[in-house]
């Protein structure tokens, strides 16, 4: 996509840590909404259909309330499920455009098949509650038997349409998921998946398992979304049979509880898969935080279930949606973690700009400190390991050659096993002659 190309401005290291939380706040709206809109989607067509095959007007009821409750309304469709979204792809395309990744094709494709399916599933909405104003009506025929017809016909094609539509929505939202999952992991998989085609990576273990993470999640976002809205939410719903409620607490109840069920296995499958660089102690913490939510969960669940109350519902709603909210700062801190030089890299980029921009009053004086903290300290330190090696371990060798050390400033070749090569800096003679001699200086300090 070219054209997105053109919205590219330069980052520098600051523009680039609040890109990554704004994206991470999108996930936040994203994420729950999607999930709660697919969730209550699948439940709503399965008891529509389970409901007129045994005609039981309580199913029926049922499916429409859950529609009405998941997909709150047109607005909050567009906000959530499609604007955060469009945002989310530009962020992408701000961070990845100098990678030649395909990370915006398929967030496009994704927001396109979302666009469908949140179009079919509020059509499913509209239609339910238009059969159910015709089921009203029934009961009071015309006279007129053209008019009985007519209406009959009516009632008939907005049955078959609310049907199909609920189905069709789901099936391509689902598509869309699957397709948005493979997108942004080739974002933490950047190396590893450089030369896999779509197939292999939507097929991928990384993806199928995050796959599911996310259809739990979906099934336990719904369910405790459920018992939130009826039974805690301003109040809770009054007006509800005794039989129904019991119903409803049920079904909220086993759904949220086989979410979280499947949930654990799957997040560790995933925390497994991760590639090296892309774990740190804070990937590790929330994921471990993720599962302790969960084990959390069921207990409130438990105590739900046994006690035959609706207590719970606000506090297993919020558990669950903390749940979510841990995994997605995971998988973010991962990405993060990974593209390390992809973001210095575009540091780089922004300082050279910079530098064009204010050439003339450059020349005066060129600190080493500064260019080595503005550029070579993204994946440089003194003592430990950053994305390259310590000072302390490589610049012993250059014996204090301020000339042999501007030589590999200057056009880096790969040295060390165990690394990936240096991106070139991009800097003058002048700045590279600054930043060697202050590096050789500062080094002294930490030797022996
Ligand atoms: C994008 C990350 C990145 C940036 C920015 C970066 N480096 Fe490196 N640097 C590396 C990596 C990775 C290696 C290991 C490369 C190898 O072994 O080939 C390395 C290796 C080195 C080495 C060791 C060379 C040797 O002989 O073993 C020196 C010295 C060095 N960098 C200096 C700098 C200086 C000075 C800057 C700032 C102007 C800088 N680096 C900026 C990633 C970076």
Same mark, same amino acid.
């Given at each position: 996509m070219d054209f997105l190309n053109k919205l590219v401005i330069p980052l520098s290291p600051g523009h680039i840590e609040w890109l990554h939380y704004i994206l991470m706040l999108m996930f936040f709206l994203f994420i729950p909404f999607i999930s709660l809109i697919f969730g209550g989607t699948a439940l709503s067509v399965f008891y529509r259909k389970k409901g007129m095959h045994e005609n039981n007007e309580n199913y029926l009821n049922f499916a429409k309330d859950i529609i009405d409750i998941s997909t709150i309304n047109k607005s909050m469709g567009l906000i959530l499920g499609l604007l955060t979204l469009v945002i989310s792809i530009l962020i992408y395309v701000q961070l990845?455009?100098?990678? @030649?990744?395909s990370i915006e094709n398929y967030l496009i494709v994704a927001l396109l098949l979302i666009f469908i399916g949140l179009i079919l599933i509020y059509t499913y909405r509209y239609s339910l509650t238009s059969t159910k104003n015709f089921d009203a009506l029934k +009961? @009071?025929?015309?006279?007129?038997e053209k008019i009985n017809h007519d209406f009959n016909k009516l009632k008939k094609s907005s049955k078959n349409l609310s049907l199909q539509t609920g189905g069709y929505g789901l099936v391509i939202l689902f598509i869309a998921i699957w397709i948005f999952i493979g997108g942004v992991e080739i974002a933490t998989y950047l190396k590893e998946w450089a030369n896999k085609n779509v197939w292999e990576i939507l097929f991928s273990l990384t993806v199928i398992s995050k796959l599911i993470v996310f259809l739990s999640l979906s099934a336990a976002f719904t369910g405790s979304f459920l018992l939130f809205k009826f039974f805690y939410w301003g109040g809770g719903i009054k007006d509800i049979s005794e039989d129904y409620a019991s119903f409803v607490r049920k079904v909220g109840i086993r759904l949220a509880f086989t979410g979280s069920l499947v949930m654990p296995l799957f997040l560790t499958i995933d925390l497994f898969d991760l590639? +090296? @660089?892309? /774990?740190?102690q804070a990937v590790f913490f929330y994921a471990v935080l993720a599962v302790i939510l969960v084990f959390l969960g069921y207990q409130f669940l438990y105590a739900m279930s046994t006690r035959k109350t609706t207590k719970y519902s606000s506090t297993i709603f919020f558990i669950i949606l903390l749940t979510i909210m841990s995994v997605v700062v995971k998988d973010q801190l991962a990405m993060i973690n990974s593209t390390k030089i992809q973001t210095a890299k575009l540091s780089i980029q922004y300082e050279k700009i910079m530098q064009k921009l204010t050439e003339k009053t450059e020349v005066s004086e060129i600190s080493g400190k500064e260019i080595y903290q503005k550029i070579c300290s993204a994946c440089h330190s003194f003592d430990h390991k950053v994305v390259g090696p310590p000072y302390a371990k490589t610049l012993p060798k250059y014996k204090g050659n301020v000339e042999k050390l501007v030589s590999y400033i200057m056009n880096p070749i790969q040295d060390n096993p165990g690394y990936p090569p240096m991106p070139n800096?991009? /800097?003058?003679s002048v700045q590279a002659h600054a930043v060697a001699k202050y590096i050789l200086t500062e080094v002294k300090k930490y030797e022996k």
């Open positions: 990845f455009h100098s990678v @030649n990744t +009961d @009071n025929p015309s006279k007129d590639p +090296d @660089n892309a /774990l740190s800096p991009g /800097l003058s």
